[in-house]
């Protein structure tokens, strides 16, 4: 049996609309099921949590953005139950990695194959990544968006403007990036990301060459920039061409640390969750999730 976890609110009711047609598609195709709406923050998580540890589900399939996606992995990452996607959300970078299609019933036929794939996912003491991070800059759009009344009506366009509004204000800072136990200290940063998949902040290919199945955690850090030219380069952050800029540095690593003078707000999977410092750990093929192909594609 299939267990629907659905944000009702995520894409501003998007969540219950996108149900709807599952719904429907479900019953007429006699497909045994059972949904579970979400109440509160949180939520999701305990409800995977607590379907792993009864075993009576199959699969777990979430209904809305990436913090609905972060809150099921988190309740499912160390088990055998893998978790499906359909997006709902106003930030669906997840999704769009993993190549889920966009119209709810392909997306609820890709899952019902049933290709189960396992993926990286990366340790934050507690908490746990499913597809990216990030601080900086980058944090503190991911709490102007969370704040914004418009965060369910304009989809990335959302990021991009409260992108624009945090550009006027932000002061870089003195950062610390230590990877694998080696010290890099930069000035002026204006964001380091860290992904297991290419995409964050509503579609922006922050690391282009990121995979959930290397071990890795791709990292990318942009310092010693005026404003003015972090204006000129934002735009070609969406086809990942940025990286090709002196200013752009990446690593690859399986433990990450961050430190800075002056604390950064932390997101996760597009949640923010505090300030410096952080540190990741990757956990390799710790999750299971339903890949819209087969393995050996």
């Not at 972060?70 to 970078?93: K, M, Q, R, Y």
């Not at 030219?229 to 934002?234: A, E, G, N, S």
């Not at 540190?279 to 087969?294: F, G, K, Y």
């Amino acid at each position: 049996m299939y267990l629907f976890i659905v944000n009702p609110v995520a894409g501003n009711g998007q969540g219950r609309k996108v149900w709807s047609q599952v719904e429907a598609s479900l019953h007429q195709r006699s497909i045994p099921f059972r949904v579970e709406f979400t109440k509160r923050s949180g939520h999701a998580k305990e409800i995977a949590r607590i379907a792993a540890s009864q075993g009576n589900v199959s699969a777990v399939v979430a209904i809305g953005g990436d913090g609905t996606i972060h809150e099921v992995g988190n309740g499912l990452v160390h088990t055998e139950i893998p978790v499906g996607f359909i997006p709902a959300g106003s930030g669906n970078d997840f999704s769009l990695a993993q190549k889920v299609p966009s119209h709810p019933e392909q997306a609820l036929e890709q899952i019902l194959k049933h290709h189960v794939r396992r993926v990286d996912t990366a340790d934050l003491g507690g908490r746990t990544m499913i597809g990216f991070a990030g601080i900086g800059f980058d944090g503190r759009v991911a709490e102007t968006v969370n704040r914004s009344p418009m965060k369910g009506h304009l989809g990335r366009f959302n990021y991009i403007w409260s992108a624009l509004q945090t550009l006027v204000r932000y002061q870089p800072t003195e950062t610390t990036l230590t990877i694998d136990g080696k010290p890099y200290t930069y000035q002026g940063v204006w964001l380091i990301a860290i992904n297991n998949t290419p995409y964050y902040g509503g579609g922006m290919k922050i690391c282009p060459q990121a995979v959930n199945t290397d071990g890795l955690l791709d990292v990318c850090c942009v310092s010693n920039l005026t404003r003015n030219q972090f204006i000129r380069i934002f735009p070609s952050v969406f086809t990942g061409r940025h990286i090709h800029h002196p200013s752009i540095t990446l690593f690859r690593g399986k433990e990450i640390t961050i430190t800075s003078p002056t604390q950064s707000i932390i997101h996760v999977d597009g949640e923010v969750i505090g300030k410096t410092p952080l540190s990741l750990a990757v956990q390799p093929q710790s999750l299971s999730v339903l890949h819209p192909w087969e393995e050996s594609s």
